[in-house]
């Protein structure tokens, strides 16, 4: 009974103590013999993951020892300094790899991999500073990354892309189809914002994409949108403007699948009262395909005027 409890303490007190990324490498194997020795099966993933980092530490201790590296043991030294893993047991063995990678040219290094590695490269250093000194100049490896839910190397695109609007509409298409389905970290307007070029952040068609394209997207997130757009927020001043963008946000209503009771319409806060005046004649226009749109139609533009009212009610007691 003694042993038991004695061994199960070191079981547990090991998992628990919060050392496991301060391990010195040169320990590594001491540590997996050690686990083995206390209980195989209850440290099944402990021994695993330390495994993993060991195999890793003796690959990079013979990379150490090169000066020219194949696109596999390109991909595996980045992969080793800045992947940013999933769980809090990291395999990467950043001490010895970023000396490594550190003073090459990342850029030199990107271009001579196939388009599948470098999206592993673009997707292994997303989000550390080296980043920022990568430039991508292939549509293909950012439509890839769009399809993969990553939007974030539109910050990475070349200026001939970024003036390519066509492109960048596609590649925002794919990315929100994507997003639609599969959860993304980067499934917010204010991530999205500090990715997208600052020419199209108040660019209709963009936003028009945005609200056909992305499933998640309400007229709550729209308003946010313009919050931390000054420019779009301005451009909400311009009646035609102003009519797109909510003709565009009430047609994407009438095409959902699902049925809801009440449509949010707070995007209407921010426009003038003169805009907002005939807004109800500058949307929907056209007949709807089937009856569940048309009364779908009918729903909105009443929604539209009872938020309108509440809106002239509340701005007249408050100016």
Request: with cysteine; proline share 2%; net charge negative.
């Amino acid at each position: 009974m003694e042993t038991k409890e004695k061994k199960n303490y070191i079981e547990f007190s090991f998992i628990n103590l919060g050392i496991k990324e301060k391990i010195s490498n040169d320990y590594l194997q001491v540590i997996i013999d050690k686990l083995r020795e206390i209980d195989e099966i209850k440290n099944k993933y402990y021994i695993e993951t330390f495994e993993k980092k060991y195999k890793n530490y003796q690959m990079l201790l013979s990379l150490k020892q090169k000066d020219t590296f194949n696109q596999d043991e390109l991909l595996f030294l980045y992969d080793m300094a800045y992947r940013i893993r999933e769980g809090y047991l990291s395999t990467t063995v950043p001490e010895i790899s970023i000396p490594i990678v550190q003073n090459r040219d990342i850029q030199q290094d990107f271009e001579s991999l196939s388009i599948e590695n470098k999206v592993k490269l673009f997707l292994s250093i997303k989000g550390s500073e080296i980043c920022d000194k990568l430039k991508i100049s292939d549509k293909d490896v950012l439509m890839f990354l769009a399809k993969n839910g990553c939007i974030t190397q539109l910050r990475n695109a070349t200026e001939d892309i970024i003036n390519d609007k066509s492109y960048i509409l596609k590649l925002l298409s794919t990315f929100f189809k994507r997003i639609k389905t599969t959860y993304s970290d980067e499934d917010s307007l204010v991530y999205l914002s500090t990715s997208m070029p600052l020419k199209y952040q108040s660019d209709i068609d963009v936003i028009k994409v945005m609200i056909y394209e992305y499933g998640l997207l309400s007229s709550m997130d729209i308003n946010d949108w313009t919050i931390t757009n000054p420019t779009l927020r301005e451009k909400m001043t311009i009646p035609s403007f102003a009519y797109t963008l909510i003709d565009s946000y009430a047609r994407s209503l009438i095409q959902i699948d699902r049925y809801i009771q009440e449509y949010p319409m707070n995007l209407l806060w921010i426009i003038s009262d003169e805009i907002l005046n005939d807004i109800e004649d500058h949307i929907l226009i056209g007949p709807e395909s089937t009856k569940e749109k048309e009364d779908r139609k009918k729903m909105i533009i009443k929604q539209i005027t009872s938020e309108k009212a509440e809106i002239y009610s509340y701005r007249h007691k408050n100016n």
